[in-house]
C-alpha cells in the first residue's frame, strides 16, 4: 500500500494536471501566449525541426491571427492516469467555439467537439505538457447540425473526418457486433492506473504528430 505521502503527492498532482487544462484554455483565449507556451515543457517540439516555448509562441501567434477572431473552450471529463510519479497520461473533453474569418471578408461562427490525448511531465517541481494529441468529432457553423459524414465543416475548406474515434476500438466493436440471444459477457475491470490503456486493448501510446 501506498505511504501517506505518495498518496498526498498523487492528489495533488491530480489537481495540479486539471488546473494544467484550465489554465491551458484561458491562457489561449484570452492571447497571452507567455502564459500559455509556459504550460509546455521547455523544449516542446514545435516541427521536425524546431523546439522551444519561442517556437511554439511564433507558430501560435500566426494561426491564431489568421484563422481565429476569437475562441472559447470549455473544458469537460478529465480522466488521468500515472506512469510513474513524474509521469502521466490524460484524456479530456473540449467543446469549443471559433469566430473565425472568411475568404470573402464574412465571419461564420464554428463549434467544435472535441477531446485532447495528453502526456503530461514533472520537470522542476511543475507539472507541464509534453505533448497534446488534438482528435476531433465535428466543427462546424452553429446553424448547420453536422449530420452525416465528414464532419469538420471549416469555412473555405472541404469538409474532411476527424479522428475522434481513431484511437478507441470499441467504436468499430460496438457497430460491428451486434447483440446476440441471452446474457452477454462483461470484461473484467480495468486496473486502477491502466483504464486508458485497456480501452486501447493494450495498443501502444498513440503517436503524436510534430506540427
Given at each position: 500500500m501506498?505511504s501517506l505521502?505518495?498518496?498526498?503527492?498523487?492528489?495533488?498532482?491530480l489537481?495540479e494536471?486539471?488546473?494544467?487544462?484550465?489554465?491551458?484554455s484561458l491562457?489561449?483565449?484570452m492571447?497571452?501566449?507567455?502564459?500559455?507556451?509556459?504550460?509546455?515543457?521547455p523544449?516542446?517540439?514545435?516541427?521536425?525541426?524546431?523546439?522551444?516555448?519561442?517556437?511554439?509562441?511564433r507558430?501560435?501567434?500566426?494561426?491564431?491571427?489568421?484563422?481565429?477572431?476569437?475562441?472559447?473552450?470549455?473544458?469537460?471529463?478529465?480522466?488521468?492516469?500515472?506512469d510513474?510519479p513524474?509521469?502521466?497520461?490524460?484524456?479530456?473533453?473540449?467543446?469549443?467555439e471559433?469566430?473565425?474569418?472568411c475568404?470573402?471578408?464574412g465571419t461564420?461562427?464554428?463549434?467544435?467537439?472535441?477531446i485532447y490525448?495528453d502526456?503530461?511531465e514533472?520537470i522542476?517541481?511543475?507539472?507541464l505538457?509534453r505533448r497534446?494529441?488534438?482528435c476531433?468529432w465535428?466543427?462546424?457553423d452553429i446553424n448547420?447540425p453536422p449530420v452525416?459524414?465528414n464532419k469538420?465543416?471549416?469555412?473555405d475548406?472541404?469538409p474532411?473526418?476527424?479522428?475522434?474515434?481513431e484511437?478507441?476500438?470499441?467504436?468499430?466493436e460496438?457497430w460491428?457486433n451486434?447483440p446476440?440471444?441471452g446474457?452477454p459477457?462483461?470484461?473484467?475491470p480495468?486496473?486502477l492506473?491502466a483504464?486508458?490503456?485497456?480501452m486501447?486493448r493494450g495498443?501502444?501510446e498513440?503517436?503524436?504528430k510534430?506540427?
Open positions: 501506498a505521502e505518495q498518496r498526498l503527492d498523487r492528489l495533488e498532482s489537481d494536471i486539471r488546473q494544467l487544462v484550465a489554465k491551458y491562457s489561449l483565449d492571447r497571452d501566449l507567455d502564459a500559455h507556451v509556459n504550460l509546455f515543457a523544449d516542446i517540439r514545435v516541427s521536425r525541426e524546431k523546439s522551444g516555448r519561442g517556437h511554439l509562441k507558430w501560435l501567434d500566426d494561426t491564431l491571427r489568421l484563422q481565429f477572431t476569437g475562441t472559447s473552450h470549455h473544458i469537460g471529463n478529465h480522466v488521468i492516469e500515472f510513474d513524474e509521469h502521466a497520461r490524460g484524456v479530456v473533453y473540449s467543446k469549443n471559433h469566430e473565425t474569418p475568404a470573402d471578408g461564420e461562427w464554428v463549434i467544435m467537439q472535441m490525448w502526456q503530461y514533472r522542476d517541481g511543475r507539472w505538457f497534446r494529441l488534438p476531433y465535428y466543427a462546424t448547420k452525416g459524414d469538420m465543416r471549416w469555412p475548406r472541404e474532411y473526418a476527424g479522428a475522434y474515434h484511437l478507441w476500438p470499441s467504436w468499430a460496438f460491428k451486434p446476440g440471444d446474457e459477457d462483461v470484461a473484467e480495468a486496473p492506473e483504464f486508458l490503456t485497456t486501447r495498443a501502444a498513440p503517436k503524436i510534430v506540427r
